[in-house]
Structures are given as C-alpha cells and as structure tokens.
C-alpha cells in the first residue's frame, strides 16, 4: 500500500507541479486585468469628476443666463414703459402747442382791434375841435386806451 499511496501522491505532486504553474499564470493573469480594470475605472472616475465640473459650470452658466433674461425682460418693460411715456409726453405736447398757437391767434386779433380802436379813436379826436370837446369825453377816451392796453397786458401774460 505504500507503494501504491507513494505512487498516488507523486502523482497528486506531478498533477499539483503541473497546476501550480498554471494556477501562478492565472493568477498573475487574474491581478493584471484587475489591475487593468483598476486603472480604467480610476480613468473612468476622473473622467466622471470632469464632467461633474462641466455640468457645475454649465448650471453656473445657466443661472446666469437666467439671471440676464430677467434683467432683460425688466429692461424691456422699463423700455415699453418709457415709450409709452413719450406718446403721452408727446400728446400733451402737441396739445400745448396748439393751445400756443390758438393764444397767438387771439393776441394777433386783440392787436388788430387795438389798433383798428385806436385808428377811431384818434380819427374821432381828429374829427372833434379842440374847442368843443369836453372833460368828460377825453376822461372817457383814456379810460378806453388803458382798458385796451391792459387787455393786452393781460394777453400777453397769459401767452408766456
């Protein structure tokens, strides 16, 4: 029996010989693809972390993009506010000068009856003698020149 259990064994030995070698070859090939696998996940995880960082600034971006079409719709309703403004501003003053004008017009048509109240009234004193005119028409001549100037004073304070 002992030849046969020494023949069992080196034969267990020469099988173990022979695996041993290729156990070591496995497992050497076994580390170096996890070796391998370590370094493109190591890749892979700085790859990852990079695209992190891109997605953080694009966020960044983005809310800085949103930040600016707010400021952009603000600055166009401040736009859009002021336009409408203007049209008022404008309304009013092409209102304003045409109150101007009209004023203008009743101050060149006081001016013309002045001076047409004027002509008759220095035509009526002409047409008068010295002689027979009387306190009281010249009193009431004068009365009616500073009532017309003063009219036009009036007037004229109004326009400006």
């Given at each position: ?29 076994l580390e170096s693809d996890n070796q391998s696998k370590d370094e ?14 891109e997605i953080a600034s694009l966020k960044i971006k983005l809310v ?97």
């Amino acid at each position: 029996m002992s030849t046969e259990l020494d023949g069992l064994k080196s034969e267990v030995n020469e099988q173990n010989n022979f695996m041993i070698p290729s156990l070591k070859e496995m497992v050497e090939m076994l580390e170096s693809d996890n070796q391998s696998k370590d370094e493109e996940i190591k890749l892979i995880k700085a790859n990852l972390q990079k695209k992190d960082q891109e997605i953080a600034s694009l966020k960044i971006k983005l809310v800085g993009m949103d930040s600016n079409n707010s400021q952009m719709d603000h600055n166009q309703n401040q736009i859009e506010q002021f336009q409408s403004q203007i049209a008022v501003l404008q309304q009013q003053l092409s209102e304003l000068k045409n109150q101007i004008d009209d004023k203008n017009l009743e101050i060149e048509v006081l001016k013309h009856d002045h001076q047409e109240e004027l002509k008759n009234l220095i035509t009526q004193k002409q047409e008068i003698p010295d002689n027979n005119q009387t306190d009281g028409e010249i009193e009431k001549l004068q009365n009616i020149i500073s009532q017309l100037q003063q009219d036009k004073s009036e007037l004229t304070i109004q326009y400006y």
